[in-house]
């Protein structure tokens, strides 16, 4: 039986508990059950390997075991550039998928499980499911926490059939044109149009 149907159950029971203890009025037991459900959502995320990427290129190469992924977490400001060139170089085919990182963590304590982990959970313009391969550009409109995810988990696709290997680049450009950098730029520009006309109009002596 995979952790997805397992997670599933345990929410179904802790959550039926709930709202008997909620009748009840019992804080103890509240208390019991938050934790118990705490752990649930741990034991869920033991799965999966995450790493945390910053400005520049990351190279990868990973081998993913069966019923599990890799999550690479790439925080991007507005303008920044994100570039995925991933390979399976040994095994079978993976889902590769473009998440949010507040989606992600809700996938992985087990709020996504009950209805698979279909588009609501991830941009499917920059997915692919059952490939052996993947590679884009990424354009950030807004400042957010996205989530670069290497599934081998068949949660959607093929069910796996053993390890996998991927290998590849996960680059993180930054946007240089900020605002501070512009009014730089535009100040520089300034001082030399002045010291440009200063040599052409030069000064009267008097």
């Keep these: 039986m995979k952790w997805g149907g397992i997670i599933q159950w345990r929410y179904l029971i802790y959550s039926i508990l709930y709202l008997k203890l909620q ?5 103890i037991c509240r208390k019991v059950l938050t934790i118990l459900v705490m752990l649930t959502i741990i034991s869920t995320t033991a799965s999966a ?13 990973i081998t993913i075991q069966s019923n599990q992924d890799a999550a690479y ?7 920044d550039k994100l570039i ?4 399976v170089t040994d095994g079978g085919s993976v889902d590769f998928y473009l998440s949010n990182k507040t989606a992600y963590e809700l996938y992985l304590a087990g709020a996504a499980g009950s209805i698979k982990f279909d588009s609501l959970y991830y941009v499917e313009e920059y997915s692919r499911i059952s490939v052996g ?3 884009y550009t990424y354009d ?3 400042k957010n926490d996205l ?4 599934d081998n988990a068949g949660h959607v696709g093929e069910v796996p059939v053993g390890p996998v290997t991927v290998e590849g680049t996960i680059t993180i450009q930054k946007n240089v044109w900020t605002l501070q ?9 300034i001082l030399i149009i002045v010291f440009m006309l200063s040599f052409r109009y030069p000064r009267k002596k008097a």
């Design 73 to 79: 977490i790439v925080p991007l400001e507005v303008g």
């Design 49 to 61: 390997t995450i790493y945390n990427l910053g400005y520049g290129t990351e190279t990868i190469e």
């Design 133 to 135: 391969n993947i590679h």
């Design 23 to 27: 009748l009840w009025g019992n804080m």
């Design 140 to 142: 950030s409109l807004v």
């Design 147 to 150: 989530v670069v995810i290497v």
């Design 84 to 87: 995925v060139d991933l390979t």
């Design 181 to 189: 950098n512009i009014l730089i730029t535009i100040v520089l520009i």
